[in-house]
C-alpha cells in the first residue's frame, strides 16, 4: 500500500513497512530484512479471533487474507482502486472462508477489528499468553499483532544499521500509539497535530494536522 506513496515521492531506498516487520527496498522490491509470526502461532490466534467472532486480515509478503463479510478488507479495496487509477499493480485480496490454512509465504502481521464497548478483554488476556508475539494499536478500535520485539521502533533501528545512520541523523513522524517506539530512536520525533495526546508529550515538536501538511512544513523548518 505504500506504492502510490513511493512513486509520487519519488523514494529510492528502503521502506519500513508493517509497524516494522519488514524493510523493503522500493530500487528492487526485494525485502532488506523481516520478521514473522510463525504459522502455527498464526492459525491459532486466527482460530480464537474466529469463535470469538472478530473481523481479521493477515498481511503476507504478496497477498492478503481476511475473514469472511471483513469490513477490514474496504480499505484494501480502495487502495486497489487507487492503484489501478496509477497503472501501479494491485494487492491480491482473499477471504479466509472456513480454511485459514489456504495463507501461503510469511505472515508479517495481523490486523484486528476490536469490538465496541471494551469487549475485547479476552483477546488481550490470549494474546499475552503467547511469548512469540507482540501487539499495539494502529488506531481507534485497531488491533496489530506482530512478532515478538518488533515495533516501529525495530524497525528504524534495522534501517540505521542498513544504512549506516547515526540515531542523531534521524527525524520520524507520527500520529497514534503505534508509532511510540520510534520515537526513542530518532534524534528528532514530531509528533502531528492530530496525534494522539499520549504521542504529543512524548514529541520534541508538534507540527500542523496531516490534512494541512503537516509533515512538509516541518521538514522545512527544521531539516531543509
Same mark, same amino acid.
Not at 480502495?78 to 487507487?82: A, E, H, M, R
Not at 499468553?129 to 512469540?132: D, R
Given at each position: 500500500?505504500?506504492?502510490?506513496?513511493?512513486?509520487?515521492?519519488?523514494?529510492?531506498g528502503?521502506?519500513?513497512?508493517?509497524?516494522?516487520?519488514v524493510?523493503?527496498?522500493s530500487?528492487?522490491?526485494?525485502?532488506a530484512?523481516?520478521?514473522?509470526?510463525?504459522?502455527?502461532?498464526?492459525?491459532?490466534?486466527l482460530?480464537?479471533?474466529?469463535?470469538?467472532s472478530?473481523d481479521?486480515?493477515?498481511?503476507t509478503?504478496?497477498?492478503?487474507?481476511?475473514?469472511?463479510?471483513s469490513?477490514l478488507?474496504?480499505r484494501?479495496q480502495?487502495?486497489?482502486?487507487?492503484a489501478?487509477?496509477?497503472?501501479l499493480?494491485?494487492?491480491p485480496? !482473499?477471504y479466509?472462508?472456513?480454511?485459514?490454512?489456504?495463507i501461503?509465504n510469511?505472515?508479517?502481521?495481523?490486523l484486528?477489528?476490536?469490538?465496541?464497548?471494551?469487549q475485547n478483554?479476552e483477546?488481550?488476556?490470549y494474546l499475552k499468553?503467547?511469548?512469540?508475539v507482540?501487539f499495539?494499536?494502529s488506531?481507534?478500535?485497531?488491533?496489530?499483532?506482530m512478532?515478538?520485539?518488533?515495533?516501529?521502533?525495530?524497525g !528504524?533501528?534495522?534501517?540505521?544499521?542498513?544504512?549506516?545512520?547515526e540515531?542523531?541523523?534521524?527525524?520520524?513522524?507520527?500520529d497514534?500509539?503505534n508509532?511510540l517506539?520510534?520515537?526513542g530512536e530518532a534524534?528528532?520525533?514530531i509528533?502531528m497535530?492530530?496525534?494522539?495526546?499520549?504521542?504529543?508529550?512524548?514529541?520534541m515538536?508538534?507540527?500542523d494536522h496531516?490534512?494541512s501538511?503537516?509533515?512538509?512544513?516541518?521538514?522545512?523548518?527544521?531539516?531543509l
Open positions: 500500500m505504500l506504492k502510490t506513496y513511493e512513486k509520487e515521492l519519488a523514494i529510492n528502503p521502506l519500513i513497512t508493517t509497524n516494522g516487520a524493510i523493503i527496498d530500487r528492487d522490491d526485494k525485502i530484512w523481516s520478521k514473522s509470526i510463525d504459522r502455527q502461532i498464526t492459525l491459532d490466534i482460530h480464537f479471533a474466529s469463535i470469538n472478530y481479521y486480515a493477515v498481511l509478503g504478496d497477498t492478503c487474507y481476511f475473514s469472511p463479510k469490513i478488507i474496504q484494501f480502495l487502495y486497489n482502486t487507487l489501478l487509477s496509477k497503472n499493480p494491485t494487492i485480496l !482473499v479466509l472462508n472456513g480454511s485459514n490454512s489456504i501461503e510469511q505472515v508479517y502481521k495481523i484486528l477489528k476490536e469490538k465496541p464497548h471494551r478483554k483477546i488481550y488476556q499468553q503467547i511469548e512469540t507482540n499495539t494499536h488506531g481507534e478500535g485497531l488491533l496489530d499483532i512478532p515478538a520485539g518488533v515495533d516501529k521502533g525495530l !528504524v533501528r534495522e534501517l540505521r544499521r542498513l544504512l549506516g545512520a540515531k542523531e541523523e534521524v527525524c520520524v513522524f507520527g497514534y500509539l508509532d517506539p520510534m520515537f534524534g528528532m520525533a509528533a497535530d492530530n496525534a494522539h495526546d499520549i504521542l504529543k508529550r512524548n514529541a515538536v508538534i507540527t496531516h490534512d501538511d503537516g509533515v512538509a512544513k516541518a521538514i522545512h523548518k527544521y531539516i
